[in-house]
């Protein structure tokens, strides 16, 4: 495996000079990145906790109104 080689003027980058490809070397901004991933994913779930809730709730309460008035559709 070859060492990878620093990009000059960004101490936070280095070349895989097998592939070409830039990879951030900074743990800092890695770690950074992770935490930041993570928030998100646990906002998005608990997004859709609060819409599938409110799902129920909206069955729910429809559910109560066809029972109070009775189905008039038929």
């Known amino acids: ?38 928030a998100s994913q646990n906002n998005q779930k608990r997004i859709d906790k609060l819409e599938e809730d409110i799902g129920e709730i909206k069955s729910i309460l429809l559910k109560m109104l066809e029972e109070k008035h009775g189905d008039h559709t038929n």
């Not at 990878?4 to 990145?33: C, Q, T, W």
């Open 1 to 38: 495996m070859m060492r990878l080689k620093r990009v000059e003027g960004h101490p936070g980058l280095a070349r895989d000079p097998v592939s070409g490809a830039i990879i951030n070397i900074n743990s800092n901004e890695i770690d950074r990145a992770k935490k930041i991933k993570k």
